[in-house]
């Protein structure tokens, strides 16, 4: 295991476990994003039930469960994919580096992770 393997893959851990629980406390600026983009407030619970299953699972990947933590990194691509269509479908590019960001990590995890 190489070292940027480790730290992208903590970044992308850290960062989706940090915004799962900005979702499940239902943090004021995950709100009023959620609203700008057509995300109902109920979906929430459920969007970071799958962050933090996904930074778990590349947390698990990371410590010697490679299916897992592949797995986890493609659903991650495959939400913030669908994160970002859900911003440029309501016009909402004010922040959309946010969730191009973690895209960008999960990528670089799921990568990383598939090539070792």
């Known amino acids: 295991m190489d070292i940027?393997?480790?730290?992208?893959?903590?970044?992308?851990?850290?960062?989706?476990?940090?915004?799962?629980?900005?979702?499940?406390?239902?943090?004021?600026?995950?709100?009023a994003n959620s609203a700008e983009v057509g995300v109902p407030r109920t979906w929430l619970p459920?969007?970071?039930?799958?962050?933090?299953?996904?930074a778990a699972g590349l947390l698990l990947g990371l410590f010697g469960i490679r299916p897992l933590g592949i797995a986890a990194g493609a659903g991650l691509v495959l939400f913030y994919v669908g994160a970002l269509t859900a911003h440029v479908r309501a016009r909402v590019f004010h922040n959309i580096a946010f969730p191009g960001l973690f895209l960008a990590l999960a990528a670089g995890a799921l990568t990383l992770a598939a090539a070792r």
């Not at 393997?5 to 995950?30: E, K, Q, Y």
């Open 46 to 54: 459920a969007l970071a039930l799958l962050k933090a299953a996904g």
């Open 4 to 31: 940027a393997s480790v730290v992208v893959t903590c970044a992308a851990v850290l960062a989706n476990a940090g915004i799962a629980a900005a979702d499940a406390a239902r943090a004021p600026f995950v709100l």
